[in-house]
């Protein structure tokens, strides 16, 4: 397969850069869904599935417990989308360090 033109690197790169989302609309961790039983005698819960869904997001930190926080109902939406962004904006440095490191490997000027 042959190597793509270096202009062609550097175009790529560029607009991969245009697609980022914007930083402050980031959010790193994952989206827990949880179903709860109340303990009230007679509840459909004590038979059921429980109450919910109620969301929470978890986030884990290197050498500490993973810590969760509540998602309410009405944020769940924009948590999500906000989550999806920060696995866009990795996806997206993951190919701009490899056209960098392409551009490296050709000695070109990164």
């Known amino acids: 397969m ?7 690197l550097k175009q790529r790169r560029k607009l991969l850069l245009r697609q980022l989302p914007p930083l402050e ?9 949880r179903y709860k039983r109340c ?3 007679g509840c459909k819960c004590a038979t059921g599935r429980g109450h919910g869904p109620k969301y929470y997001l978890s986030v884990s930190f290197p050498g500490r417990a993973p810590e969760m ?4 109902q009405v944020s769940h939406a924009e948590t999500r989308e ?3 962004n920060y696995h866009r904006i ?3 440095l993951e190919q701009v360090c490899e056209i960098n490191r392409e551009l490296l490997r050709r000695r070109e000027p990164l």
């Open 2 to 8: 042959p190597k793509k033109p270096t202009a062609v």
């Open 25 to 33: 609309e980031v959010l790193r961790g994952s989206l827990i869904e």
């Open 39 to 41: 303990g009230k005698p």
């Open 69 to 72: 926080d509540y998602v309410p």
């Open 82 to 84: 906000r989550l999806a």
């Open 90 to 92: 990795r996806e997206i």
